[in-house]
């Protein structure tokens, strides 16, 4: 099975609680790459590729990290990776 990309926006009061870091820091214990952002309209962009299985588990890991109370909604979508990250960064 290839790897995917799995790109997720999450809303709610995901802005300025330390949202980003916290997903950054989940990603660690995860074999997952990728970005996670900040939106001008106030959602989180959570950008990740590596096994589906995996995603799947680092995107629950996220929501079980204590940011699930402060989440509204998530909007997934799945494509084919098309690499180009190097480790898990938070950017701008």
Do not use: H, W
Not at 9 to 24: D, H, M, P, T
Not at 61 to 83: H, K, M, N, Q, Y
């Amino acid at each position: 099975m290839g790897r995917s990309r799995m790109t997720i926006l999450y809303s709610g009061r995901v802005q300025g609680v330390g949202f980003r870091y916290n997903a950054k820091s989940v990603a660690m214990g995860y074999d997952v790459a990728g970005t996670v952002r900040n939106l001008s309209d106030g959602r989180v962009e959570l950008v990740a590729e590596g096994e589906r299985a995996e995603l799947e588990s680092f995107r629950q890991a996220v929501r079980d990290s204590g940011l699930e109370r402060i989440i509204r909604d998530e909007a997934v979508t799945c494509e084919p990776a098309r690499g180009g990250f190097r480790g898990f960064e938070i950017v701008s």
